[in-house]
């Protein structure tokens, strides 16, 4: 399965898990950053660094959020500044691919809330919009079912 990585100012690209993860320079095992989670892993902020020099020769502009989407919708809008221990779970101790979470799953262990470890992560952004707004979000997206429509239900956020 590719993921796709959308970058405005240093490029966008499709890649298989073992490209992406092939990408960064600091391979981790998961539970060097989070107690009881087991795996490959790699860190965030080394492999956009690799990422931009690979692209463009160098960072060009650090992005104000990270947005990652995944395969059920869910998506989570992270503050640069929470993802300093950020780093993507890409395989199973044994190398292969995870069993829950697959593609790829982000862990942000620094970050407001464990909901914004996305499970199953298909569409990467590095966003480099308004840097102000300091909060984290997470949730589905707001896609409103004909059920939900019936009971007059309001789209699901922040769950
Ligand atoms: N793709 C996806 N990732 C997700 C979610 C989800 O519904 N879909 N739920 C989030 C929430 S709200 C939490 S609390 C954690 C739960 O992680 P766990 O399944 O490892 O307990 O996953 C997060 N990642
Ligand atoms: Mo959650």
């Not at 796709?4 to 095992?29: K, T, W």
């Not at 292969?96 to 199953?120: A, F, H, M, T, W």
Request: glycine share 8%; net charge negative.
């Amino acid at each position: 399965m590719k993921i796709a990585v959308y970058d405005e100012i240093h490029g966008s690209a499709e890649l298989e898990v073992q490209e992406l993860a092939g990408l960064g320079p600091m391979q981790l095992r998961a539970e060097e950053r989070i107690p009881g989670v087991t795996g490959k892993a790699f860190d965030l902020m080394a492999w956009y660094e690799a990422w931009c020099r690979i692209r463009k020769g160098s960072v060009l502009q650090n992005p104000t959020r990270l947005q990652v989407e995944a395969a059920d919708e869910f998506q989570a809008s992270v503050p640069w500044n929470e993802l300093g221990q950020a780093m993507f779970l890409y395989a199973q101790e044994n190398g292969e691919p995870l069993q829950k979470g697959y593609p790829i799953r982000l862990y942000v262990p620094d970050g407001s809330s464990e909901c914004l470890n996305v499970k199953s992560v298909v569409r990467i952004r590095f966003d480099y919009g308004n840097s102000e707004d300091l909060t984290a979000t997470y949730g589905f997206k707001n896609v409103v079912s004909p059920d939900q429509l019936k009971k007059g239900k309001a789209p699901n956020s922040n769950t």
